[in-house]
């Protein structure tokens, strides 16, 4: 199952590149549609948001959540825990096929969001910081 359109960009040498996000796995923190802006080599803790090629279609790549690391690879989760295709089906993934951590979503602007009043709300919630959740590895391996 696709989680980033496959025009995800990398400009050039610069560590940072934009992402569109497809699919439900990473609902409620990500949505179809959104824009991601990834750091490209950043480390990675556990509770990070990462973008990584599928281990088994490395031409798809995919946004989860690093829930613990395991050996040399991570485990990863979405987390919606009805959409699956993370680590509970492909297993660890290994260190190479990740990609960066995203740090920023952005939702764009609907078309019913037309009035002054939509559109001050749209601006004062479309671009937040994508955090880490600190207890996610606990939290996530529960499952």
Excluded at 10 to 16: E, K, V
Excluded at 59 to 67: C, E
């Amino acid at each position: 199952m696709p989680e980033l359109s496959q025009d995800a960009e990398r400009a050039g040498a610069l560590p940072f590149g934009v992402a569109e996000v497809t699919g439900p796995s990473m609902v409620p923190t990500l949505r179809h549609g959104d824009r991601l802006l990834v750091h490209y080599g950043a480390r990675i803790r556990p509770g990070c948001v990462i973008v990584l090629r599928h281990p088994f279609q490395q031409d798809l790549l995919v946004v989860k959540r690093a829930a613990e690391r395991r050996g040399d690879g991570w485990w990863v989760l979405g987390d919606n825990r009805y959409a699956g295709g993370d680590s509970t089906d492909y297993g660890v993934v290994p260190d190479e096929l990740v990609l960066g951590r995203v740090r920023l979503r952005y939702r764009p602007r609907t078309p019913d969001q037309r009035s002054p009043l939509a559109v001050v709300g749209w601006a004062l919630s479309a671009a937040r910081p994508v955090l880490s959740v600190r207890s996610a590895s606990r939290r996530l391996r529960a499952r």
